[in-house]
């Protein structure tokens, strides 16, 4: 069985305080600092500030830093490896590949890659989500983008589409992409829904390792080491950390699952706070 899930679209102000808060806790995660002094930190009473957050996050600030601990993050990875290890045994019977049920992934060919988008026309639009404001692009062939966006994204993102399928024609059409937000993001389950096809434009590579990033289950934790040695590729864990640092659809393709060795987050193409942000939203709603 999958977490369920429930998200419904909140200010993007109140998402940027509590990334502040984040930033600030990850900062001071050692000193623990108290509801008192985060709150204060943001501008906020604490108790305005214990409700938002609580809202946004799903748990409290003091349950959130346990999520931020390198031992909460190995015993995670350890816990993953297990459920990876039984998918490779069971195959579709496994938890570790729901999400890959969830989602038809669909590679363009080598002749399509070299074509850059000609012949595509993708449509896009600009969605708030629990995780802030969010791009959604998409072909009649499926999604081919969904990016976070910081506040300096959103005025660029349709120059940014189309340096990345510059043959291509970009429209703008929210009403396109409204219910592959309401979908994605408001959805009750994985489960329930219908498969969502995601068309990929990358090395075979890539989309080898995108493929594995299907396979790490909802509040999984993994590693670059790990997924390389799924690929078949144990020496190319660099390698791989490049290619998850280039997954083209966050939260689908769920690269911000995959972590150092060290049980440090490492980075994200889309915000280290973010990262911290989903993974913690998964943990507390993970069904064990």
């Not at 069985?1 to 679209?9: E, G, L, P, S």
């Not at 930033?23 to 938002?52: C, K, N, W």
């Not at 399509?112 to 600009?126: M, S």
């Amino acid at each position: 069985m999958i977490a369920m899930k429930t998200v419904t679209a909140h200010d993007s102000g109140d998402y940027q305080r509590i990334a502040q808060a984040i930033a600030f806790m990850r900062q001071s995660h050692f000193h623990q600092p108290d509801l008192a002094t985060v709150a204060q930190h943001i501008g906020l009473s604490e108790y305005h500030f214990q409700r938002m957050f609580t809202q946004w996050v799903g748990i409290s600030p003091k349950r959130f830093l346990q999520y931020l601990t390198v031992e909460y993050a190995k015993s995670q990875i350890t816990r993953t490896k297990s459920l990876l290890d039984l998918t490779l045994d069971v195959g579709l019977s496994s938890p570790g590949r729901l999400h890959d049920l969830f989602v038809n992934l669909e590679a363009m060919s080598p002749g399509e890659f070299k074509a850059a988008g000609a012949g595509l026309q993708i449509r896009y639009g600009i969605h708030e989500t629990l995780f802030g404001k969010a791009l959604i692009a998409t072909s009649d062939r499926g999604i081919c983008n969904l990016y976070f966006l910081n506040g300096t994204d959103e005025p660029n993102v349709q120059q940014t589409l189309q340096q990345e399928w510059p043959k291509a024609e970009i429209i703008c059409d929210q009403q396109v992409t409204q219910p592959l937000h309401d979908l994605i993001f408001e959805s009750v389950s994985f489960t329930e829904q219908k498969p969502l096809t995601l068309l990929l434009k990358g090395t075979n590579f890539q989309i080898q390792v995108w493929r594995a990033l299907l396979r790490i289950p909802f509040g999984g934790l993994t590693t670059y080491q790990s997924i390389a040695e799924m690929i078949g590729l144990p020496t190319a864990a660099r390698a791989v950390g490049n290619a998850v640092g280039k997954n083209p659809i966050s939260y689908l393709i769920p690269c911000h699952r995959v972590i150092r060795e060290s049980g440090e987050l490492g980075g994200y193409r889309w915000g280290w706070e973010r990262k911290t942000i989903l993974l913690a939203w998964e943990a507390n709603r993970r069904v064990v």
